[in-house]
């Protein structure tokens, strides 16, 4: 039996042969090989197989396989669907949500639900829900439902929508639209529109409208319009209207219109209105009307008005006015108002109020509610409910409910 080197036990139900390096047990269903030429482990119930040489894994519950020799490195799920494989660098997955295939060699991707497919080295992308296929080296989009091709490769360079009814060719240099009714040709540098009636040729440099009535002619550098009956001519760099009577004369660079009365002049940046009587100068920054006696200047941000005898200013926050003397300042630290003739300070931040003719002092504040007055020099509190007259020496309290006076020196209890 010391030969044999193996152990039994009818009890345990296992055997174990220490030559032959495996054990089995009945009860847990199991059969372990330790032999460096097997190196496996079973078991029934759990329904696995493991074999550390051939390095892989297989359960039968889980329904997937394991293997991660270097030649093979994949991994299988047959209930997720799904396969693996480093060393093919896919994945593949079968089930319903997904259905894509991927392959990082071949540089694409297929996906059966979105319906596209990318193919990074060709360069292309096909996606047959929205009917378009792009070519990047090829350099086109064509889209089948939106009847459109656009070609900008060197040899074609167009563009061609069978809706919109217009074609356009860059080496031909023409763009034609049966819809709009026009023809561009930007080598014989003409546009024509049967439609709005118009013809512009570049070369000749000039534009008629025959609605409109009019002739533009860029050499000679005027303009005429037979309806509004004006005149323009550029070199002369002047604008005659005779209906509303105005000049402009732009080397000057003024414009004078007499019926509303103002002149104009660019040079100096202002403007001047003998009826409104004002000037604004925009060098400066301001505008000054003499009727209503304000000034105000943008820079630095403030109106004054000399009859209101007010200021305000909108950096500071603060409105002066000198009829009133008072000042109001809104910025969010000060939120205070004071008034010179009333002599009274308001702060909304600290919540009191200051009156010096008065010569005393509130605080609305809800831990304070005190009142103070400095002429009749008396204190009064109503959270602690008690009042002070330093004259007449006493102290009233009215929860402790007594009257004390200093003069007469009594004490008296109010129960």
């Not at 439609?195 to 050499?219: A, E, G, P, T």
């Not at 409105?319 to 308001?346: C, G, N």
């Not at 504040?365 to 020099?377: G, I, P, R, V």
Request: net charge negative.
């Amino acid at each position: 039996m010391t030969d044999l080197k193996f152990l039994y036990d009818s009890d345990l139900k296992f055997l174990y042969d220490s030559d032959l390096k495996f054990l089995y047990d009945s009860d847990l269903k199991f059969l372990y090989d330790s032999d460096h030429d097997l190196k496996f482990l079973y078991d029934s119930d759990l329904k696995f197989l493991y074999d550390s040489d051939l390095k892989f894994l297989y359960d039968s519950d889980l329904k997937f396989l394991y293997d991660s020799d270097h030649d093979l490195k994949f991994l299988y799920d047959s209930d997720l669907k799904f396969l693996y494989d480093s060393v093919l660098k896919f994945l593949y997955d079968s089930d319903h949500d997904l259905k894509f295939l991927y392959d990082s060699d071949l540089k694409f991707l297929y996906d059966s639900d979105l319906k596209f497919l990318y193919d990074s080295d060709l360069k292309f992308l096909y996606d047959s829900d929205l009917k378009f296929l792009y070519d990047s080296d090829l350099k086109f989009l064509y889209d089948s439902v939106l009847k459109f091709l656009y070609d900008s490769d060197h040899d074609l360079k167009f563009l061609y929508d069978s809706d919109l009814k217009f074609l356009y060719d860059s080496d031909l240099k023409f763009l034609y639209d049966s819809d709009l009714k026009f023809l561009y040709d930007s080598d014989l540098k003409f546009l024509y529109d049967s439609d709005l009636k118009f013809l512009y040729d570049s070369d000749l440099k000039f534009l008629y409208d025959s609605d409109l009535k009019f002739l533009y002619d860029s050499d000679l550098k005027f303009l005429y319009d037979s309806d509004l009956k004006f005149l323009y001519d550029s070199d002369l760099k002047f604008l005659y209207d005779s209906d509303l009577k105005f000049l402009y004369d732009s080397d000057l660079k003024f414009l004078y219109d007499s019926d509303l009365k103002f002149l104009y002049d660019s040079d100096l940046k202002f403007l001047y209105d003998s009826d409104l009587k004002f000037l604004y100068d925009s060098d400066l920054k301001f505008l000054y009307d003499s009727d209503l006696k304000f000034l105000y200047d943008s820079d630095l941000k403030f109106l004054y008005d000399s009859d209101l005898k007010f200021l305000y200013d909108s950096v500071l926050k603060f409105l002066y006015d000198s009829d009133l003397k008072f000042l109001y300042d809104s910025d969010h630290d000060l939120k205070f108002l004071y008034d010179s003739d009333l002599k009274f300070l308001y702060d909304s931040v600290l919540k009191f109020l200051y009156d010096s003719d008065l010569k005393f002092l509130y605080d609305s504040d809800h831990d304070l509610k005190f009142l103070y007055d400095s002429d009749l020099k008396f204190l009064y509190d109503s959270d602690l409910k008690f009042l002070y007259d330093s004259d007449l020496k006493f102290l009233y309290d009215s929860d402790l409910k007594f009257l004390y006076d200093s003069d007469l020196k009594f004490l008296m209890t109010l129960t």
